[in-house]
């Protein structure tokens, strides 16, 4: 579950926070420039990199990323943290769900669906005799699990 801490009081005043065990995530809706630059101003008060060096949470920077979702998006923002550029990507997963730009989880199907047919692959290698009943176990087992991950995500609306 992720969750917004109430007493987190880092970046509040411009941008908000969630945090979910080791990750963080951090946004702001960006329509004009002057938001752009809101935004940008916390990152470079350093008040995030602060909070999570007095909690001992080091940031891989390197593992930092800016995502943009929308249709009306300005792709030439560019944002730093502790003087470091962030790369924009177009797809990020996130625990496990693949999202793009246009939250269109074909990604995420695809995924999901190369992930199953690999494991009903191993069932296939590793399991010569199978009764039927076997198989249906091993298949809620190992296949369905990744076909039903976060199928909320995308199911409503797909």
């Known amino acids: 579950m992720t969750y ?21 995530k951090l946004y702001k809706h960006v329509i004009t420039d ?3 630059q809101v935004f940008q101003k916390d990152l470079k008060l350093n008040s995030f990199q602060e909070w999570s060096d007095r909690w001992l949470l080091r940031l891989n920077i390197n593992k930092c990323k800016i995502a943009f ?3 009306d998006v300005n792709y030439e923002y560019k944002y730093y943290l502790s003087s470091t550029s962030l790369n924009s990507v ?8 693949v999202f793009d730009s246009e939250l269109s989880f074909v990604s995420h199907c695809k995924e999901k669906i190369g992930r199953a047919y690999s494991m009903l692959g191993l069932i296939k290698r ?3 005799y199978l009764t039927d ?7 809620k087992c190992l ?4 076909l039903e991950y976060a199928n ?3 199911n409503p609306h797909r």
């Open 34 to 36: 002057d938001d752009h």
């Open 69 to 71: 979702y929308g249709g």
């Open 143 to 146: 296949v369905r699990c990744h």
């Open 126 to 128: 590793n399991f010569i």
């Open 152 to 154: 909320f995500v995308w």
């Open 4 to 24: 917004q801490l109430p007493h987190v009081h880092v970046c509040k005043q411009f941008i908000n926070v969630y945090l979910f065990a080791d990750d963080a």
């Open 90 to 97: 177009d797809v990020i997963k996130d625990l496990g769900v």
């Open 133 to 139: 009943e076997t198989f249906v176990t091993l298949y």
